[in-house]
């Protein structure tokens, strides 16, 4: 699987309806298709009610398509339908879904699945405010980083570091710098199994076309959430980037 400088990732969560998404996606499709992306990958994660008509929308693009969540079996949200579907990526260990019950051993059950089914999974790890208020950051990072990775083979994935505190919908009012953000790529690191060497690894806080550039000086990536839901404004930023 191809590494890219920036993959940029849009995760529209259940914002947009299917008439939304599909409109969206071909805003999108006709900004892109004329850029030549060199080193860049934009990858779009649709809710599952609108994903299979998007998925028709990025068919024979340069946009590739994600998935927001999967399972770690072949029921419920299997990751072989996804992959049928056009799935290239699938994000999972999201913030939104640890809160609903999502364990760093399911986390790891679920990235494996998607790596199994010959996907790249987007492992989404960082601290709540509580957790991070308690100084305990580099102790979360360590035990979800470890605990995601057990058991992989060299298989392309990436890690979004995604400081929970700081994205937009926590309420907490704080933002993280971008130097705090950088300081914890270290942490990540050491806590990568030796074996493991084909990984990037992605900043997943708020970001927008003004801000996305500081972080990916050091960030191999993005992971999107208010700013993907307007094209021009996600557009700005992937040229940012």
Known sequence: MKKYKQTIVANWKLKLNIDEAVSLANELKEKLTKEKLIDKKVVLCPSFLTIREVAKVLKNTNIALGAQDAFSEDQNIATSDLKTLGCEYIIVGHSDRRAMGDTDKLVNKKARAVLAN?????ICV???LEEYNSGKTKEVLARQVSQALDGFDNKYFILAY????????????????????????????ENIPDILDNFDIAYGGSVNPDTVADFSKDFAGSLVGGASLKAQTFFDLIQNS
């Open 118 to 122: 010959n996907m790249i999974p987007i």
């Open 126 to 128: 960082g601290e709540t």
């Open 162 to 189: 995604e400081p929970v505190w700081s994205i937009s919908t926590s309420g907490s009012g704080k933002v993280i710098t971008p130097k705090e953000a950088i300081k914890q790529i270290q942490t990540i690191l």
